[in-house]
């Protein structure tokens, strides 16, 4: 069984910066991808980002792709996602994901076996 649990997300003005944290509870944390997701009111979840079991492949979606990074230290289970000069349309709930039989290309979510509980992220403009 696999448990995710997001934090980090709040209020931030345009251009500012958040640093989302997901936390999971699992054994062998370094065989599973790690994914952050996002939905907005009224529109289909979306992939943000992918980092490989790895730790060396990154993959993102091209609307974050220079602002926002993934990154993962298997010594803690944690992967994160910081993100740096928000927009309102950032605006979301943002959602982790672990699959061990996906790669970080894999950007339809319904591919991806666990999920967190999201965590809502609000860009004021």
């Known amino acids: 069984q696999v448990q995710l649990v997001e934090s980090g997300g709040g209020l931030v003005q345009a251009g500012g910066s958040l640093r989302l944290s997901c936390a999971a509870s699992?054994?062998?944390?370094?065989?599973?991808?790690m994914g952050w997701f996002r939905q907005a009111p009224g529109k289909e979840r979306e992939f943000v980002a992918a980092?490989?079991?790895?730790?060396?492949?990154?993959y993102y979606a091209d609307s974050v792709k220079g602002r926002f990074t993934i990154s993962r230290d298997n010594a803690k289970n944690t992967v994160y996602l910081q993100m740096n000069s928000l927009k309102p349309e950032d605006t979301a709930v943002y959602y982790c994901?672990?699959?061990?039989?996906?790669?970080?290309?894999?950007?339809?979510?319904?591919?991806?076996?666990?999920w967190g509980q999201g965590t809502q992220v609000t860009v004021s403009s």
């Open positions: 994901a672990a699959d061990r039989n996906v790669g970080i290309t894999t950007i339809r979510g319904g591919l991806w076996h666990y």
């Open positions: 980092v490989s079991w790895s730790v060396t492949n990154t």
């Open positions: 699992v054994r062998a944390f370094n065989t599973y991808t």
